[in-house]
């Protein structure tokens, strides 16, 4: 609808929070550092287990809680790669979630209309570092929140992005510059997927206006 699109469908984890308070030193200032547990709430299915089916009355609790279980899991086979990109989306939709909770509830508190709803001033609010590529899936989940969740304009969703988020690498081993193959993707975050191809496609289209005739510098 108007280029917007519901997530339907998908699994349901829940993302518990755990902080850590990190003093500075001598300056009277402690930051907070927060980290996510995967929770299933689907803990326990009292009818499998009556029926003797002990594995299956814990599977949903198994499959989310493996998400958060090691970091970066052993990535050489399928099920590691599908593990492990549910695993940085996982991190990386929970700590969204709570930016922009944070900047909705601010100054209101979470009161029931009482929101912000207006996203410009979001980049003077949050500012979001990405260390390597690992936290990359970010960019188009920000996006699907802004143009899904929040009816923002494409063009507007764009522009809170790129004044929000800044990229350093540290590094161009394999391991840093993560490469997925597009069936996983597809199968797993679809409309992530067709965000990244119309960030693409943008892209290209503002090369080619900058460099019109150069195919080789398009095809880069």
Same mark, same amino acid.
């Given at each position: ?30 930051? @907070? ?22 594995? #299956? ?23 590691? #790669? ?21 900047? #909705? &509830? ?13 996203? @410009? ?11 390597? @590529?690992?936290?990359? +899936? ?13 009816? +923002? ?14 990229? @350093?690498? &540290? ?20 409309? &992530? ?28």
């Amino acid at each position: 609808d108007n280029g917007r699109f519901s997530w339907e469908d998908g699994q349901v984890i829940l993302a518990v929070p755990y902080d850590t308070p990190i003093p500075g030193f001598r300056n009277d200032t402690v930051n @907070t550092l927060r980290l996510w547990s995967a929770r299933s709430p689907n803990s326990f299915d009292l009818s499998y287990f009556n029926h003797g089916n002990y594995i #299956k009355a814990v599977i949903d609790r198994n499959l989310a809680e493996n998400i958060t279980r090691v970091l970066y899991p052993n990535d050489n086979f399928f099920e590691g #790669k599908e593990l492990r990109l549910k695993q940085e989306y996982f991190l990386v939709c929970a700590t969204l979630q709570d930016v922009i909770r944070r900047f #909705k &509830h601010v100054r209101t508190g979470i009161v029931e209309g009482m929101e912000r709803t207006d996203f @410009t001033l979001f980049p003077k609010k949050a500012a979001i570092q990405l260390n390597d @590529t690992h936290p990359s +899936l970010g960019i188009p989940q920000l996006m699907r929140i802004l143009v899904d969740q929040e009816h +923002l304009k494409w063009d507007d969703a764009w522009d809170i992005c790129t004044k929000t988020f800044s990229y @350093t690498n &540290h590094t161009i081993l394999p391991e840093a510059l993560e490469r997925w193959p597009v069936s996983l993707l597809e199968r797993v975050l679809p409309r &992530h997927l067709m965000i990244i191809y119309e960030i693409n496609r943008r892209h290209l289209d503002h090369v080619t206006t900058l460099f019109p005739g150069d195919v080789d510098r398009r095809q880069r």
